[in-house]
């Protein structure tokens, strides 16, 4: 290895486990609320004591996709972080002001959903208008994780000082990109937020221009998901092949398929806006092309770590085409629940497809389908990959270790919510198909025609639902004897190293600036002149909508 790992320190481990915390408190809560949600969905069951539909939605909605993901991440990414570059005091400091500016916005904004005053969704659509409070909480949540941008740009650049010439540890090279992304696409929403919705919010501005705000919204949206997925990748790429006692296919390779996947992630926004009018269907199509491109990438990415298992089968002494598959060690959680994560990102991926390509993205927009592919995408390829990760990093933090039985429950609750996903993302799948749609309680619809067809389908995700709640139940079951009463003990770390015999990795892949005016400059092709457009002819702004949609 070129570079020497590191060491945490007490202080480091314990700032990675602040953010972990908040990201399983939040599987938790998160987490109750999809049952509720499908409860609900299924017609046999009201929600007690007033609490609306919306309002679980909203809570299930930001705590999973806003909260529970971003923790976690920044969490992980510290630890590769400090394993790799290390980190100072300052920096360390600077990382829990970071935290606690985080936790201040989460909890504001999670008090105001609870209260009903909020229930307007993860995307915040306007002219739904929630209350100022929760705009605020959203955009110190923002602020707060900037402070992690910087922070892990200035470890990478310290480390870089320290080390002329040399080519930066791969995994550091990883978060750097994430971060880059994030803060790229993060700007967008914390527009919007700042300059039209707290205003509007607090009543300094009487309209609010919707397709502004949307278009803004999914300019982050989009890259959000790729956000979510790159830290999966971190362990595809560079810790699963320790796991399963291999190397890494190709370090090049690798840091290539993170460069397009910054390029490309971010200026397709269009793509979750294609049944809106108002925009250009010549840009519309521009977005889609460039949604496509992803897919290189993405295949490169399935094309090595496939290969980091037949090479590491075949070094074990696999002989046929497929024999190199037994040699896989399917009984380790750490491998298996990620793996499970890799196969779901097929169907998830090819779903992508069909929801990016226009003609058929009329048939599933806005229905369920459109909450089967994200629950096969981030609930299952980025959670399970999550899961894994938990289950040698927790015990690396506390000092603790993974057991037999530990590793035993990890395969079961893996288990359980493959069976739990697969039988609520397939029943989504099949009723979007059939028109349902996404983002309705069963009593918006549950007297029509249509819907006594869904019925046997409601049922279904109502099930899957409540077998994926057991599941959240034993992971945070799992998560807390992790981090608490689990052997005291060492637990590796576990990062792959090349194959001997790697060609070098090229220096270009080096070029920061390179990969930043490249990224900038599709962002600008591909929004520019529809923005304009956006704004030259936008109609009167639209009035607040603040029905008490909590029913
Ligand atoms: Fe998506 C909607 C298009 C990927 C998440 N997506 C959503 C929403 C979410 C989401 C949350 O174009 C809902 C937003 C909302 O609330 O409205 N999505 C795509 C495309 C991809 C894609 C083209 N999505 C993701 C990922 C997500 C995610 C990843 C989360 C992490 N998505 C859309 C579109 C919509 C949308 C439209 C809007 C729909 C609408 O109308 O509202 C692509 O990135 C997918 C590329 C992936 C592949 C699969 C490759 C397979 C691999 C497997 C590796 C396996 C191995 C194992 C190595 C082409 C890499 C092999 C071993 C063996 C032994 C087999
Ligand atoms: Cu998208």
Not at 33 to 49: D, E, N
Not at 337 to 362: C, E, R
Not at 451 to 467: D, E, N, T
């Amino acid at each position: 290895m070129a570079y020497e790992e590191l060491t945490l320190s007490k202080q480091e481990k314990k700032l990675s486990m602040a953010f972990l915390h908040v990201a399983f408190i939040s599987l938790l809560i998160g987490g109750l609320m999809g049952l509720l949600q499908t409860l609900v969905r299924s017609g046999k069951f009201t929600l007690p004591w007033g609490i609306g539909y919306y309002q679980i939605l909203t809570v299930h909605g930001v705590i999973l996709g806003l909260v529970l993901t971003t923790y976690f991440i920044i969490g992980f990414q510290y630890a590769l972080m400090n394993k790799t570059v290390g980190m100072t005091i300052k920096e360390r400091k600077y990382a829990w002001f970071g935290f606690w500016v985080m936790l201040v916005g989460t909890i504001m904004t999670a008090t105001i959903i609870l209260l009903g005053q909020a229930s307007v969704l993860y995307t915040f659509y306007a002219p739904l208008r929630a209350h100022p409070v929760f705009y605020i909480g959203l955009a110190l949540v923002i602020i707060g994780s900037w402070i992690a941008v910087f922070v892990n740009f200035h470890q990478l650049y310290r480390w870089k000082k320290a080390h002329p010439g040399e080519k930066s540890p791969l995994l550091a090279y990883m978060v750097v990109i994430n971060m880059l992304l994030w803060i790229i696409a993060s700007a967008g929403v914390a527009a919007s937020v700042l300059i039209q919705f707290i205003p509007w919010s607090l009543g300094y501005q009487e309209t609010i221009n919707v397709l502004v705000s949307r278009t803004l919204f999914w300019y982050f949206g989009h890259p959000l998901v790729y956000f979510w997925l790159l830290p999966a990748y971190m362990a595809w790429y560079a810790i699963i092949p320790k796991i399963i006692g291999g190397r890494i296919f190709s370090d090049a390779l690798a840091r290539l398929s993170f460069v397009l996947l910054l390029m490309f992630s971010i200026p397709v926004g269009f793509h979750h806006q294609l049944t809106e009018p108002g925009i250009d269907p010549t840009w519309k199509f521009v977005q889609v092309v460039l949604t496509f491109m992803v897919v290189i990438p993405t295949l490169m990415t399935a094309f090595s770590i496939f290969a980091t298992f037949e090479l590491t089968g075949r070094k074990k002494g696999a002989k046929g085409i497929f024999s190199w598959l037994k040699k896989l060690p399917w009984k380790d959680v750490r491998f298996l629940a990620p793996f499970i994560g890799m196969l779901a990102f097929i169907p998830g991926g090819a779903g992508g497809i069909i929801n990016a390509s226009h003609q058929l993205n009329a048939v599933i927009h806005n229905t369920i389908w459109v909450t089967g592919h994200f629950h096969l995408t981030i609930a299952t390829t980025v959670m399970l990959t999550f899961f894994g990760i938990t289950y040698w990093l927790v015990p690396h933090l506390t000092g603790r270790t993974l057991t037999k039985g530990m590793n035993r429950l990890g395969v079961i609750q893996a288990i359980i919510w493959t069976v739990g996903m697969t039988i609520m993302s397939g029943a989504m799948h099949i009723i979007g198909l059939f028109g349902a749609p996404r983002r309705s309680a069963f009593s918006q619809y549950g007297g029509t025609e249509q819907a006594s067809h869904w019925i046997s389908y409601q049922m279904a995700q109502a099930i899957g639902g409540s077998i994926l709640f057991i599941g959240i139940l034993l992971m945070v079951y799992i998560f807390i004897k992790l981090a608490f009463f689990a052997p005291i003990g060492e637990t590796e770390f576990p990062i792959a190293q090349e194959e001997p015999d790697a060609q070098p990795t090229p220096k270009f892949l080096e070029n920061w600036k390179l990969w930043i005016i490249l990224t900038i400059a599709l962002i600008l092709f591909a929004y520019t002149i529809p923005f304009i457009d956006i704004i030259h002819n936008s109609p009167p702004g639209s009035v607040p909508f603040d029905w008490p949609i909590g029913r």
